[in-house]
């Protein structure tokens, strides 16, 4: 590398997550991509020659996060948050890449709503993006007839079995068949909500007839109304169909130690028909205890037991569980107030989920499953490990003092975190996409968004 001034940037001094695992080297950035890396002090030369350079004082210095499940509320939930404010905070958190979900309005269900989300993301986000169409009850053949030319752009289907926020539902079996049948025959994935609609109406009316009104339900009974069993039996169908025609599955948010223990296998997620997502806030230590929780952690799936989060903890750790991604999605505040049958669901998480993480999560397990394992399963080629080639998508994480988190550090539009009052001991310093400075102690900078491509792979 005698002659190295075409080199833009050179991060050093850091303890740097290579592909082989953490330790104290550099990293070297020419355009957009990582040029060269590697151990120990960085060559002189390369400091010497290099445009800029960034001393990390012994921070991590990470691959840009890939969260493969956001609710951006771009179009017609803006009230709650848009895609500009949701990306930002999505850089204050480490994350340079974002899948959103179907759940808008219009909800994102073909061609033409997806182009017109990705247009809006295109002009507004901070972060390189996709999204999610949803299959829907009745009009699943109009979208899979699209799919042929839609397969590259998107990270796969979304599929509701049970109705979420939005009142997206699930299609008739006969439908459902075709509809994994034809992903299964394209190389398609499928992210599926699983939760058992009539399980949750039957637990909903027998908390009304105890409590004497749907507005007297208390939060505490969440995740008995939206129970263990309604995720464990709709989990277990969508697994079924793909094994039955072959067809990429990936669970979403699975909540239960029943799901992971009974469904899942470990290993490799390259090899995997079956891969399954969670949440910080499901295998969280603090939040898995229900007097911990009130409202403002409702989501669906409900947050189970202690038991559930020890054991989604275990199986993150050993493969069962292959990638984690925050499932943010704000809410305004008014609209958390209120029992299990009241308040909304959702809530915002992608700025503070890695140091929250990194208070009971080794940082090398963060990033494998939310950079690492993404990019593998999703077939996302330039982007999830610091590795020559690779898009130099990096984020700067500082141990500190410890802090407590509030809600007056919150970027997201909705104005308040599920984390408030919590100690950390961690924080985003900065973070580069494509070699670009974009976040630097809480100042955000606009740089060219672009939709994520995708490269097809086969699973089984």
Not at 9 to 22: C, E, M, R, S, Y
Not at 263 to 272: I, T
Not at 313 to 330: L, N, Q
Not at 410 to 424: D, H, N, Q, Y
Request: charged share 20%.
């Amino acid at each position: 590398m005698a002659d190295a001034d075409f080199l833009d940037l050179l991060i050093h001094n850091a303890i740097v997550a290579l592909p082989t695992g953490l330790a104290h080297g550099w990293v070297a950035v020419a355009g957009e991509k990582i040029y060269a890396c590697g151990k120990g002090d960085a060559p002189l030369l390369l400091i010497n020659a290099a445009k800029e350079t960034v001393d990390a004082h012994g921070g991590y210095l990470i691959p840009g996060l890939i969260d493969s499940h956001v609710h951006f509320r771009t179009p017609g939930l803006t009230e709650k948050a848009d895609i500009a404010s949701e990306s930002a905070a999505a850089l204050a958190g480490g994350v340079t890449s974002v899948f959103d979900m179907p759940n808008t309005i219009p909800a994102t269900t073909n061609a033409q709503t997806l182009f017109q989300k990705l247009k809006i993301f295109a002009k507004d986000s901070f972060t390189d993006f996709a999204a999610y169409p949803a299959i829907i009850p009745g009009a699943s053949s109009g979208l899979l007839r699209e799919l042929e030319y839609l397969r590259n752009m998107i990270p796969g289907v979304k599929l509701f079995l049970g109705t979420t926020t939005g009142g997206l539902a699930a299609p008739a079996r006969e439908e459902l068949n075709e509809v994994f049948r034809t992903c299964a025959e394209m190389g398609i994935i499928i992210t599926v909500h699983a939760e058992d609609n009539a399980i949750i109406s039957r637990n909903a009316e027998a908390a009304i007839s105890r409590y004497g009104s749907k507005e007297a339900v208390p939060f505490i009974e969440h995740h008995k109304i939206r129970s263990e069993e309604a995720c464990f039996r709709a989990a277990a169908q969508a697994v079924e169909l793909a094994h039955k025609f072959g067809t990429r599955l990936h669970l979403a948010h699975v909540s239960t130690a029943r799901e992971a223990n009974e469904l899942l296998m470990n290993g490799n997620c390259s090899n995997k028909l079956v891969t399954a997502e969670t949440t910080p806030m499901y295998m969280d230590p603090q939040l898995a205890d229900a007097a911990n929780r009130n409202s403002l952690h409702k989501i669906n799936p409900a947050i189970k037991t202690s038991f559930d989060a020890q054991e989604i903890r275990k199986a993150i750790a050993d493969g069962r569980i292959d990638t984690i991604a925050t499932d943010h999605a704000p809410h305004q505040l008014q609209a958390k107030k209120g029992g299990a049958l009241v308040a909304a669901s959702g809530a915002p998480s992608i700025q503070f989920a890695l140091p929250i993480m990194m208070e009971y999560l080794p940082l090398e397990l963060i990033i494998g499953k939310m950079a690492t394992a993404p990019a593998k399963i999703f077939g996302i080629p330039d982007r999830g490990e610091i590795a020559p080639g690779m898009n130099a998508d990096l984020a700067l994480v500082r141990s500190c003092d410890p802090y407590i988190i509030t809600n007056n550090d919150v970027i997201s539009k909705c104005a308040w975190t599920p984390f408030e009052g919590r100690l950390a001991r961690n924080k985003v310093d900065a973070t580069w996409r494509r070699g670009k400075k974009v976040f630097d102690n809480l100042k955000i900078s606009k740089f060219q968004a672009d939709p994520i491509p995708f490269r097809l792979t086969t699973k089984g």
